[in-house]
Every structure is written in C-alpha cells, then in structure tokens.
C-alpha cells in the first residue's frame, strides 16, 4: 500500500485551496471535528481547541499510546492542538482573540452554552464581522428540541433512517458506521464553503450556519417525505431489500460471502438475465415490468439466490461485470485494504509518524486534479501547538504563557 508519506517526499507539494483559511475547532464528536478535518485536509490552518488536560473526547479510545486514539490520529490529523478552558474568563477572552484572527468557527455546544460563556456568535461576529460559524447540534438551534443533546445513532432514529432499516420482523439496526455524523460533517464543510464564497467572491458578511445533526439524515430520506405527504404511504423495514426497485439486494455465494446484485433499470434488468442463463426471465411477465418485479420479488429473488448460492463472490462480480452489471462484494475493511481500486486511488494511505510509526488512515477524499489535498501530520498530542499559537496570534509572552498554564487555563 503506498505511503502518504513517501509520496510527499517524491513529489512537490502543490498548493491546496483553502490555504489562508484559519478555522477555529472548539467542536467534540464527531461531525463538527471532521467537518474541520475535510477543511484541513485542503489546506485551511485549523486550530483544535482542547480542553486542559482531558484533551477531545475522541482522544479516548484504542490506539498508540495516551490520548492518541486511533480515532484521533485519523481525524484529529492536519489540526493544531491549542489547549484552553471555555469555563474560565480568561480562557473566554483568548477564544474571543483568536476568533478575530480567524475566518471560521466550528461547535458541537447544546444551544445556550456559547451564550452563557459570553461567546455568542453574535457577539464573536460583532468583534469580526466576516467571521462565519458553524454551529452543529443535535436538534438546531430553534424548535421545541433544541435543548436535546444527540450522538449519531439519536440523530438516526429521529431522522428516520433507523425506521426504515432491518427486517420488518425485527428491531431497528443502526448503521454499523457513524454515518449521521459523518453526513453532517460533509454538509458542515460543505456550508463553510459556501458562506466563505458568498463573503470572499460576492462581497457578503459573515454569517452563522445552524446545522441540526438529524437533518441530513432526512435530507436522505429518498422520496419519502412527498409519497408521504400525497400518498399517505410510509416507508418500512423490508430487511436488504429496496422495495422500490428489484432485482436490488445481497445474495449469499458459494465461499461464504455476499454480494449486491443491483439491475436498477430495465436495460440492466435484461442484462442480468443473460448473464445468469435465463434471458426468459426478462420476458416472463412476472418480472417484465419494475412493477411486477416488485409483486413478485420473492420468486425472483429465489431465482437469483439459486444462481449466486452456486458460485464464488469473486465469479459473479466478474460475470455481472462482463455483462456491464453493477456488481459488488460485500466488503470488510480486511477486503478494501488489499483492493487494488482501494491502493490505486490512495483511499487508504499510510502515514509514518515518528511518535507511533506508520499509521493506516482514510486517504483524501475528494480528488481534486488542480489542488489536491494531502496528509501533513497525524493528530497532534494534547496541547503541542499551544505555545506556537498563542504566541505566534495573539503576541503572549512566554512568562505570560507560563501563568495561564499555571492556573490551568491552557
């Protein structure tokens, strides 16, 4: 697998896009903080704010060592590490200062938190008009929920996805990754960017952006909130099948695994019958049209079982990929480590550390031709950048830094 960091040192490094963006993360698990790493993996200076001593709470966990998770390493990576207490005055006043200093400002706070620190946004903009800052929450910062705190598996079964999947059967099953956050983290970033446009290329003021971290979710909800809303039709379990669409689902194979057939298009649909020796199928008119697929999905699914059940997974994905089918094995992260698309396009990268030695991480995503982004450095140690920023932003002395130390504020 190729190393991020033999590559850095093979090759120029070519500028990033957001270089000259400073972001101030005061965020904690998990969309906000990654939503700052996507932004650092592009170049912007993103200072992470870390509580004494305790450090973010993603620093726990399995890793290399204290306070370097593995969760750390990989999201905490392009960040500086500037320690500050948020509860003490001066510690206030210092995020106040840097947040002159800088473009954004990303917080996961319940709604009411930065207020009662006296760092509402409105007073931060007011100090800094061209400030932008990203508030996530678990429910937004209005509305009769406001007050709720949300980690990724509530934000899941608020928005609905939790509803809608595992077996009609059965209790809900949440997704096995973090995917409320990681969404919120790509519409985070991707909200920056654009009050950042609106500022830089169109003359705007800064503004705040209110992100509720269930709101992806239902933003990813398909059509359901029109078939609701005029059909009165509510989406339920149906276990690994797409209800709507047919042939689409996981099939076990011969060797012990699974793969998803999806023939999402009656093109598709044809060819896949060829490709498993019945091209009758697509004729018989239980399955010629999407709507009698759907009727009679048990049946065809049965069909396709029986094909799959009998070869490998490598096997189908070669077949349904000759007949131009999409095709997929159903991967564990041991299988997309030694996948050659996988090494090709770098989406796994290992950076050498000198603390901890070489580290797998996710690679950069996405992949910009002109600007791309790249790796620097994994996730600092607890406070490592503290004396830099301070000194080097706001112009403390070392005896004053020393002082703030001492009490605890940093």
């Known amino acids: 697998m190729p190393s991020e960091a033999d ?3 093979s090759a120029p490094a070519r500028a990033r896009p957001l270089e000259g963006v400073r ?29 004494p001593r305790r450090g973010d709470a993603s620093r726990e966990g399995p890793g290399l060592g204290p306070g370097l998770s593995f969760l750390w390493l990989q999201e905490g990576r392009n960040k500086r590490s500037v320690t500050l207490d948020l509860h003490d005055a001066e510690g206030q006043e ?18 009411g938190t930065l207020e009662a620190w006296d760092l509402a946004p409105a007073a931060l903009l007011e100090r800094n008009p061209r400030l932008v800052v990203l508030r996530v929450s678990g429910y937004g910062q209005t509305g009769p929920y406001r007050h709720r705190g949300a980690f990724d598996r509530t934000a899941s079964a608020f928005g609905g996805s939790l509803y809608v999947t595992g077996h009609p059967d059965r209790p809900p099953i949440r997704s096995g990754y973090a995917s409320a956050d990681y969404m919120a983290a790509y519409a985070g970033a991707f909200a920056v960017l654009m009050a950042l446009h609106w500022r830089d290329l169109r003359g705007g003021p800064g503004q705040v952006i209110d992100l509720a971290l269930y709101a992806p979710v239902l933003r990813a909800s398909e059509a359901s909130i029109p078939l609701y809303h005029r059909a009165g039709h509510v989406r339920e379990r149906g276990g690994d099948r797409n209800p709507y669409i047919v042939p689409s689902s996981s ?21 896949l019958a060829a490709a498993i020796g019945a091209p009758r199928l ?4 239980r399955f010629a049209t999407l709507e009698a697929r759907c009727a009679h999905a048990d049946e065809l699914y049965a069909i396709l079982e029986e ?21 997929a094995r159903v991967n564990s992260i041991a299988d997309l480590f030694a996948d050659p698309q996988v090494r090709t396009r770098e989406d796994v990268v290992i950076v050498d550390d000198p603390r901890v030695g070489p580290v797998a991480v996710a690679g950069i995503m996405p992949k910009l031709s002109a600007t791309p982004g790249r790796i620097e450095y994994l996730g600092e140690g607890l406070g490592d950048s503290t004396q830099d920023v301070l000194g080097r932003l706001l112009g403390l002395r070392g005896d004053e830094i020393a002082r703030l130390r001492e009490r605890g504020v940093i």
């Open 23 to 51: 972001v101030l993360d005061a965020a904690t698990i998990l969309a906000g903080p990654v939503a700052a790493t996507f932004l650092a993996d592009f170049g912007a200076e993103v200072i992470k704010v870390e509580l």
């Open 7 to 9: 590559a850095r040192a």
């Open 251 to 271: 099939f076990s194979t011969a060797d012990g695994r699974w793969v998803v057939l999806s023939a999402n298009t009656e093109v598709l649909w044809r060819r």
């Open 282 to 285: 697509a004729r018989d008119e």
């Open 307 to 327: 094909w799959t059940s009998a070869r490998s997974a490598d096997e189908i994905v070669r077949v349904c990929d000759e007949a131009d089918v999409p095709a």
């Open 94 to 111: 210092l995020f106040r200062r840097l947040a002159d200093v800088s473009d954004v400002v990303i917080e996961s706070f319940r709604p």
